[in-house]
């Protein structure tokens, strides 16, 4: 059986980020022994319809617009997703609900599950996650973990493992206004 886990969203908007970061800390700090992939599916949109018909299992790790408290994580597998109109409240929730109606009515199509997070602030323009979504986002790690190791893939946790943050900073240069040592260009030595 071929799996991916894909984590999307939009890292420049605060939490709208932490389903990319999840993809990116499971890369980091664990290794995986079984027929598993993990990708950065950023805003690829209906590009990942590919991957729902080409793939057996796909999990996607995401924020959810459902009303509860932030920090909540939610496991919301296709079937359940396709009947929840209030949860395409952002561009890329819309179209992943629309990507399933799609692939609903096709020959093949992947057993899809959404492993996301309700967020705090998906609308500052400003790389990092809230203190709430933070406090959390381990939760949403172990979760994907379970989910992966009930693909039948052994997972094997890295020694030194980096914190979101350092994961953060290695992908954008930068995690809630704390930024990576800066490499000087010609122009800041000649002053």
Do not use: W
Not at 28 to 51: H, P, Q, R, S, W
């Amino acid at each position: 059986m071929k799996n991916i886990v894909i984590g999307v969203g939009n890292v420049l908007f605060k939490d709208e980020g932490v389903g990319i970061y999840a993809a990116h800390y499971l890369k980091e700090n664990y290794d995986f022994e079984g027929d598993i992939e993990i990708m950065d599916g950023g805003t690829l949109g209906f590009k990942l319809m590919a991957y729902f018909q080409e793939y057996d299992n796909v999990i996607i790790l995401d924020t959810v617009s459902v009303e509860d408290n932030p920090g909540s994580i939610f496991r919301l597998p296709s079937d359940v997703l396709l009947g929840m109109g209030q949860y395409r409240k952002t561009a890329h929730e819309v179209e992943i609900v629309e990507m399933l109606e799609i692939c609903s009515v096709l020959e093949k199509h992947a057993e899809v599950i959404i492993l996301g997070i309700i967020p705090e602030d998906i609308e500052s323009v400003k790389i990092g996650l809230t203190p709430k979504i933070e406090e959390h986002f381990v939760d949403l790690i172990n979760q994907a973990l379970k989910d992966i190791e009930a693909l039948d893939v052994k997972i094997t946790a890295k020694e030194n493992p980096k914190s979101i943050s350092d994961v953060a900073k290695g992908l954008m240069g930068s995690y809630n206004d704390e930024y990576d040592e800066r490499i000087p260009n010609d122009e800041d030595t000649t002053r």
